[in-house]
């Protein structure tokens, strides 16, 4: 990893850990973290809302608030504008401590102007005026220091959020605790694996295959009438996933199942499961580039969730079901990623 890239990161984290105390830290591993809003009163689910990260290039810094509330970028430098790309993100490429002060303030007034719009629940702290900026002053015992607790923000359904399928309501068990439990490898590891049954049961798999051709039957044979992905990864010229597979399941032993977005990840996104290993399926999920653009928090939510994942435990008759229930499958999602989402080697 480049050591200059590790410096920016080192700073830019550094600036997000003064809201760790408030915010829930969904992602802290070498060159990524990310802080989440832990529940919003309003949409009623958690959101990621700032995190910093090392690509290809630069380590980009991504801050919602600036999206939400455009004014906020009215008073930036020249040189950190130059730094910004789209609407949310600054990209680094070198150290500069007078930019990292400057996205300090952007980053307290951000949050401050989050609470001030009522994105955010009300909390009991004393606030405290730091010149322009609103805090809420609690000490937080750390490695000897105490920080500030800032308020917790909300960040629209807009902006760089994955949309998964309805949702057919939340998986008992697999909401996320108001506290982080603390990191533990070997438990983290133990629940991938449990969930990894699941993962590879032909329920899953058979829409997770290595190539452009679905999976079907408890064998997990190459699915008849020569169906294919499609770029969209509903079907391919006139042979589309609707045609059989219709808003829901069709009645008799192994027919169709159904649900009115049935399709497999598009070609540009394959999420193959397909002979994956424990340990190359956990990455796979853990890397944006490879699991869809989602976060941690967002890959629980859909394994626990999202509604045509839960059709793999109403499959119709004639099929089996994987042997966890969806709940069952939330609650151990849920675990790797509170313990610390480890790769099981």
């Not at 070498?30 to 832990?38: A, N, Q, S």
């Not at 689910?45 to 004014?71: D, E, R």
């Amino acid at each position: 990893m480049n050591s200059e890239f590790e410096s920016i990161f080192a700073r830019l984290r550094g600036i997000l850990l003064n809201y760790s105390g408030s915010l829930e830290v969904s992602d802290d591993r070498p060159g990524h973290y990310c802080l989440e809003v832990v529940f919003s009163p309003k949409l009623k689910k958690a959101f990621p809302v700032a995190w910093v990260k090392i690509v290809k290039g630069y380590v980009s810094y991504h801050f919602m608030p600036v999206y939400l509330f455009p004014k906020l970028c009215d008073g930036l430098s020249k040189k950190l504008r130059a730094w910004m790309q789209g609407k949310s993100c600054f990209n680094f490429k070198v150290v500069d401590e007078a930019l990292s002060k400057e996205l300090e303030q952007v980053t307290a007034d951000g949050f401050a102007a989050c609470r001030k719009a009522g994105f955010a629940p009300e909390h009991d702290q004393s606030v405290e005026q730091q010149g322009t900026v609103a805090t809420f002053a609690k000490p937080v015992k750390k490695a000897g220091a105490s920080l500030l607790l800032a308020v917790v923000v909300l960040l629209t359904s807009q902006g760089c959020q994955h949309q998964d399928s309805v949702s057919s309501g939340a998986a008992p068990g697999a909401e996320r605790s108001s506290k982080i439990a603390p990191r533990d490898d070997a438990a983290s590891r133990a629940a991938f694996l449990a969930a990894y049954s699941v993962l590879t049961h032909p329920r899953c798999l058979n829409c997770h295959p290595k190539g452009d051709q679905p999976l079907q039957g408890e064998d997990s044979h190459i699915h008849l009438q020569n169906v294919q992905r499609g770029s969209d990864g509903k079907g391919l010229f006139a042979m589309k996933c609707a045609n059989c597979h219709q808003l829901k399941n069709l009645s008799g032993e192994n027919m169709p199942p159904g649900h009115p977005e049935w399709h497999l990840p598009p070609a540009n996104m394959r999420m193959v499961f397909e002979g994956k290993t424990p340990a190359e399926l956990a990455r796979q999920l853990k890397d944006p580039k490879l699991n869809g653009g989602k976060t941690l928090e967002q890959i629980v939510h859909h394994s626990a969730e999202d509604s045509l994942v839960a059709t793999g435990w109403q499959p119709g008759p004639g099929r089996s079901t994987p042997p966890l229930s969806q709940a069952e499958f939330g609650k151990k999602m849920r675990e790797w990623v509170d313990r610390g989402a480890a790769i099981p080697e």
